[in-house]
C-alpha cells in the first residue's frame, strides 16, 4: 500500500501545534490574535489544497492575510459610511 498524505487541514493543525511554545509566550490578548489567524487559514483550506508550487504554511499565510485584507476593507468602508453620516446629519 502506498503511504497516505496528510490533508491541508491536518498540516494546518501540525503547525500549529508546532508553534505552541511561542504561542504561550504571547500575552494573552495576542494568543487570542494568533489563534484567529489559523482560524482565517482554516476557512480557506480548499484554496490552500490548489497551491501546488508553495508549501502549505506560505499558502495559509496567503489566507491570513486575505482575511486580514477582507477586515481592513470593511473598516474602511464603514469608515467612509461615518464620515458621510457625520458630514451631512439627518
Do not use: C, W, Y
Amino acid at each position: 500500500m502506498g503511504r497516505t498524505l496528510p490533508t491541508i487541514t491536518q498540516q494546518v493543525s501540525d503547525t500549529e501545534s508546532a508553534m505552541a511554545k511561542f504561542r504561550r509566550t504571547l500575552r494573552k490578548s495576542d494568543q487570542f490574535v494568533f489563534d484567529g489567524l489559523f482560524a482565517n487559514a482554516r476557512r480557506h483550506t480548499a484554496a490552500i489544497s490548489q497551491t501546488d508550487s508553495l508549501l502549505p504554511f506560505e499558502a495559509a499565510l496567503l489566507a491570513m492575510l486575505l482575511e486580514q485584507a477582507k477586515e481592513i476593507t470593511n473598516l474602511h468602508s464603514e469608515i467612509e459610511i461615518l464620515k458621510t453620516r457625520i458630514k451631512s446629519p439627518r
